[in-house]
């Protein structure tokens, strides 16, 4: 456990609650009438809503809402289930090939039916190089996966089509976990027809799925217009058939503050809250019955990259692991909300072990070890973040820590495309970075990662052959 910690992360404190702002009212879904749930957020900063090409949730939310998966995933519970499939997939013997049938009459938003060449051609259009999807990672052990994006092959070789209803998709080798990612709400089925006519324009002023919603308008400065789809018949919960439970949404575009004047006015009925407005809301009592607060898989994480120096010694990665106080990061800066763990699978993940042995803050060992790696007289390191919002703070009260260990942490903030362009190329030397998962496996936290291939991406800097 220990060299795992070493190799690449030298805390994580899993964000256990998420936290949001509602009114204490019955649900929306439960009269009659227009009931139309706004949200505030950053809705729309990115330009489009295409899943495709954003790892984002504020992305990924509104167009799970247009656009399905194959499989679902169960809010709160993570119980997966079938979605635009009739059933579980049968798996062959060798655990390569999976075979699933479409629930028949399934519509998308234009009145087409759903059919096994709108599936074929999403799976392609992933893969394409010229879709640039961010996502690929996900599911790039198909087979055939590695060839498309190279490139060279045109389609999925794993992909083939039985009838209007049934098709497989067979792996490179064999994945436990293939029918959970394939709930990932960052693989929402296109319909071929609409998806080729939009061109450019998909994800922009057209978006058409099986959803339980329907994208009306969307304008990037201001806000994501949806309404309810009425025809929307196919997600089955214990016996009873799901309907949208309000007749629309709209996805408000607005930074942090505003989000907070606005729902206190009452322009908006939901909002995320950060940590210093949590604690507030929660102590007034004109707002803290409106406090939501619930499980996630969520984590937030030290990132030190391998390939830099000094991080590229195993003893100075160990060095900031006994460096860094989680406990006291959790309890007086997340005054509890995100609790510090030793593991860096959350509570819900299959392999979570609250037993396993972390790091104790102890400066003379950091110092000790660091004497061992070559640095007596200490080291110099930059963290990098983005504006001056939570990790910002975060990383003040880290400095303090790490001066004791004779380590001279700097904050290097930038702009968020300086930041994309530098990380993603491999030119981060440290950071703070959080992660949710589509869905419950602990392959979606250790590939993501830990495999060569994120070496770059995520300024990892690991890479491992073995």
């Keep these: 456990m220990k060299r795992f910690w070493a190799l690449l992360l030298v805390s994580v404190l899993v964000m256990g609650t998420f936290i949001g702002c509602s009114p204490s009212t019955p649900d929306p879904g439960s009269t009659t009438g227009d009931k139309i749930m706004r949200l505030g957020g950053a809705y729309g900063t990115d330009g489009h809503i295409d899943a495709m090409k954003s790892t ?42 999976y075979t699933f049938e479409l629930k028949e009459g399934i519509l998308f938003h234009d009145g087409v039916e759903l059919t096994t060449e709108d599936v074929e051609y999403t799976f392609n259009t992933f893969f394409d190089p010229a879709t640039n999807c961010l996502n690929t990672w996900k599911i790039d052990f198909i087979l055939g996966a590695k060839e498309m994006m190279d490139g060279k092959a045109d389609s999925l070789a794993g992909f083939k089509v039985i009838d209007k209803y049934k098709f497989s998709i067979t792996l490179e080798s064999p994945y436990a976990a293939f029918a959970h990612a394939l709930s990932s709400d960052y693989l929402g089925i296109v319909p071929k027809h609409a998806h080729q006519e939009a061109g450019d324009r998909w994800g922009i002023d057209v978006l058409v799925g099986t959803g339980p919603y329907i994208l009306e ?75 939501k607060i619930q499980n996630s898989l969520s984590q937030v994480f030290f990132v030190m990259n391998n390939s830099m120096e000094p991080f590229n010694n195993p003893k100075v990665r160990e060095a900031v692991a006994y460096a860094f106080d989680n406990d006291k990061i959790s309890q007086e800066f997340f005054k509890g909300l995100w609790p510090a763990v030793n593991t860096i699978l959350p509570e819900g993940v299959p392999g979570y072990d609250p ?93 993501g990662f830990f495999h060569s291939s994120a070496a770059d991406f995520l300024s990892t800097g690991h890479r491992n052959p073995e």
């Design 56 to 97: 984002y949730p504020r992305v990924a939310t509104p167009y799970s809402f247009v656009c399905e998966p194959l499989m679902g995933i169960r809010p709160f519970t993570y119980d997966l289930y079938p979605l635009l499939v009739k059933d579980f997939p049968t798996v062959s013997d060798d655990g390569l090939t």
């Design 217 to 291: 308008s969307f304008d990037p400065e201001t806000k994501i217009v949806m309404k309810a789809n009425p025809d929307y018949s196919h997600n089955v919960y214990n016996g009873r058939t799901l309907k949208p439970n309000v007749d629309g949404f709209e996805f408000y575009n607005m930074d942090e503050n505003t989000q907070y004047l606005e729902f206190e006015a009452g322009n908006i009925d939901y909002c995320g809250l950060g940590l210093t407005m949590a604690h507030q809301y929660l102590e007034n009592p004109n707002f803290k019955d409106k406090v």
């Design 355 to 447: 037993s396993l042995p972390g790091f104790e803050y102890n400066p003379e060992k950091a110092k000790a070890l660091l004497a061992e790696a070559g640095y007596p007289d200490g080291i110099e390191f930059e963290m990098s973040c983005v504006g001056t919002g939570t990790f910002y703070q975060v990383y003040q009260i880290m400095q303090q820590d790490f001066a004791a260990c004779n380590m001279t942490a700097k904050i290097d903030q930038v702009e968020s495309g300086v930041w994309f362009d530098k990380r993603s190329t491999g030119n981060v030397q440290s950071f703070l970075g959080d992660w949710g998962p589509g869905f419950p496996n602990a392959d979606t936290f250790m590939y």
